[in-house]
């Protein structure tokens, strides 16, 4: 599918900026590294001391390492040189240390690590500990880049020890990114996680915002093995503002690869395609060339997914032979999973399973538990296919125990939070934070009399703006009081108000009671005299005209009508059902006339009532809250289902409403009730009872009562 104009345009404005912004960049670290560099020349042809032509020597090197490394190489033997013939033992071990680190840089790691192991010798020689320090530092990302990891550790862990009696907080950041790598390669995420913020922490206490590209980095990379493609993409993006904003161009090329690797996971291999080439760009111009192993692998992958396999081949190949020239053995495994996961797609199995084999050897030296474990499954399926079921149960076996073994680990890290341990934070700073409040307190002993007035004045000016800020709050205060007291008096008038409406309730069955009572009583007896006279009328009809008898039998049915009309009206007046039949009868009633209506489905269950009926008030009482609570239902639950539930007992009475609607926040109902609800306690309250409501969001609603009875 090709992309629309207007977006390939956008895309190919933003490859310029960022190739304006990078080369820019790079022009700018080069103008700052030589005005350096012929500042230090200048000095060197005028000094004659030979210690430090020696120091001015070893700058030279450092400065040039990375855009120089053949010119800074030439300043480090010359220091080198000079220092053993003087016998400084300290210039030849800082000599050694840059020697080691342009080799390191040029991906000779073999010769690297014999060079730092010298100059290590020398500072144990002269007792120098931070010398000690820095050469164990370098070793462990040598012993790791070239696959021994239980030398990483054991150099790693020294180092870390070291810096932390030197009191050294820079460089124990560093340390705590090496050997989270370590941890990494281990699969034990949580512990890399942890000392990964560590560092972070100890970078945000010295603000020491050049160095949080590293932090970042490593914590990119940590998420991308955890499958966290957001939080990677994260750190990723703050990585590349920092580099970009330090003219930090090396790091810039790692990121580039990093953040390759995450549109990968996310099948935007295009994309991804993109910032490898970046990041090429970017080591070549900084005659890197032979770390360019890592971008081969992912391109290789891109190409295998987008099912450009003879550019797969062409990319896998290329890592591998440039790993194997270097001796590097870090990522060699994960090449070989690559160039055999392409052959196993093709379904040339065997030739999957020569480098599945080769990975598995690298790997399993290499004590990396992830890609091990990769293997093993690997293995078995292409064993499986194959139809070497011996072999392939064997590596099914062994790929269990490991995957076993591994799923604490990945819990314990996919559950560490951002706000890390800060108490253990700030024990491993303490003597950090000392220090800088020393130096701070000593600089303002310095300017403190100079600044008297001015801090009088500040504290005048706090004291007016702290008075202020009482009144202030003072007045907010007795506003809220006010506010609170017209809230509860509002309370107490609706409190008498549901009183008042109780009382006429009350007043109005009252009323319907003696209504009734009247009509049976005083016209309803009126009417059965009247009906007497007649009757004693009919008695004599004979004597009567026999054109008077239709008459007086119209009358007689009329009288009739109206005694049976009087009955109806006063036992429709006493309550209807409720009245007559009793609590149970009248919710059956209910129930019956709601699911005529097709909108909720009702279910009344009833245990211990026999044929004594309870009192008249309570009776009417709880139809009221039971009708009530039916009404909130239909208004508010969504609910399709009710169940009524009551259970009499010798002296209490229990009654559960229950619906499967949409439930709410008792909390937020507790704040603002309405008065239906207010009702239905209102009610309860009057029968000595008790209320619960027990609910919540999407999960329905019961309430249950329960109320004395004699």
Not at 85 to 105: C, D, P, Q, V, Y
Not at 223 to 250: H, R
Request: hydrophobic share 35%.
């Amino acid at each position: 599918m090709q992309l629309p104009s207007n977006v390939m345009k956008r895309i190919y404005c933003h490859k310029l900026v960022l190739l304006v912004i990078l080369i820019s960049s790079i022009f700018y670290t080069r103008a700052q590294n030589n005005i350096a560099t012929d500042s230090l020349i200048q000095k060197l042809k005028i000094c004659s001391n030979d210690s430090v032509k020696v120091t001015y020597l070893n700058e030279l090197s450092w400065l040039n390492r990375i855009s120089k490394s053949d010119s800074a190489l030439k300043f480090a033997n010359e220091a080198k040189s000079i220092a053993e013939r003087i016998g400084f033992k300290s210039g030849i071990a800082t000599s050694l240390n840059r020697i080691g680190e342009i080799e390191r840089i040029q991906d000779n790691y073999n010769q690297a690590i014999t060079t730092f192991n010298k100059a290590l010798q020398i500072e144990k020689e002269i007792n120098n500990t931070y010398g000690i320090a820095r050469a164990c530092g370098q070793l462990t990302l040598l012993y790791t880049n070239v696959g021994q990891t239980e030398k990483a550790f054991i150099v790693g862990q020294t180092t870390i020890k070291l810096y932390k009696e030197l009191n050294n907080l820079p460089a124990l950041a560093n340390a705590y990114d090496r050997l989270a790598v370590l941890y990494e390669y281990q699969a034990k995420f949580d512990s890399a996680l942890n000392l990964a913020y560590s560092g972070l922490e100890i970078r945000k206490q010295l603000k020491d915002t050049a160095n949080f590209i590293y932090s970042y980095m490593n914590l990119a990379n940590l998420y991308l093995k955890l499958q966290n493609n957001i939080k990677s993409l994260e750190f990723n993006s703050k990585a590349i503002e920092l580099a970009t904003k330090f003219n930090d161009n090396v790091n810039l090329s790692r990121v580039f690869t990093n953040i390759s690797l995450v549109y990968s996971n996310q099948k935007q291999y295009h994309t991804a395609i993109d910032y490898n080439y970046k990041s090429i760009e970017i080591k070549q111009s900084l005659k890197q060339n032979k770390s360019v192993d890592t971008n081969y692998d992912n391109l290789g992958y891109c190409y295998y997914c987008l099912g450009e396999y003879n550019k797969a081949i062409q990319f896998y190949t290329k890592s591998i032979e440039l790993k194997e020239e270097i001796g590097k053995k870090e990522g060699l495994s994960t090449a070989y999973i690559n160039i055999g996961n392409l052959f196993f797609s093709t379904k040339k199995y065997d030739k999957a399973l020569f480098y599945y084999k080769k990975g598995l050897a690298n790997s399993e030296t290499n004590s990396n538990k992830l890609i091990t474990l990769e293997l093993y499954q690997n293995i078995y399926k292409s064993y499986s296919i194959t139809g070497q079921l011996e072999n392939a149960v064997s590596f099914n076996d062994k790929y269990l125990t490991l995957r076993d073994s591994l799923d604490a680990t990945y819990r314990n890290a996919m559950n560490l939070k951002e706000n890390y341990q800060d108490e253990q934070r700030k024990g491993q700073l303490l003597e950090k934070d000392n220090l800088i409040n020393e130096i701070k307190i000593k600089r303002k002993n310095i300017m403190i009399m100079s600044l008297l007035g001015g801090m009088i004045l500040l504290i005048l000016l706090f004291f007016t703006f702290l008075r202020s800020y009482r009144l202030k709050q003072r007045t907010l205060l007795a506003e809220k009081n006010y506010k609170i007291n017209e809230q509860k008096i509002k309370e107490l008038l609706k409190d008498q108000e549901l009183k008042s409406m109780s009382a006429m309730l009350e007043g109005q069955e009252g009323e319907r009671k003696r209504i009734a009572q009247d009509l049976h009583d005083r016209l309803g007896s009126m009417l059965s005299m009247v009906k007497l006279h007649f009757k004693s009328v009919e008695e004599n009809i004979q004597a009567l005209r026999e054109n008077n008898m239709v008459m007086y039998s119209k009358a007689n049915n009329l009288l009739d009508e109206a005694c049976e009309e009087v009955r109806k009206i006063a036992n429709d007046l006493i309550s209807g059902v409720l009245n007559k039949f009793g609590l149970i009868p009248a919710l059956n009633n209910l129930k019956e006339s709601i699911e005529a209506t097709g909108q909720l489905k009702i279910e009344v269950f009833n245990f211990g009532f026999d044929e004594n009926r309870l009192e008249y008030n309570i009776e009417i009482n709880l139809y009221r809250i039971i009708q009530e609570l039916i009404s909130n239902i239909l208004k508010h639950s969504k609910a399709s289902e009710v169940s009524i539930q009551l259970l009499k007992k010798e002296k209490r009475l229990n009654i559960v409403v229950e619906d499967n609607g949409i439930g709410f926040d008792v909390n937020q109902i507790k704040n603002k009730k309405g008065i239906g609800l207010r009702n239905i306690e209102s009610r309860v309250d009057t029968l000595n009872g008790e209320l619960n409501i027990d609910t919540g969001k999407g999960a329905g609603t019961t309430i249950t009562i329960e109320i004395p009875i004699n």
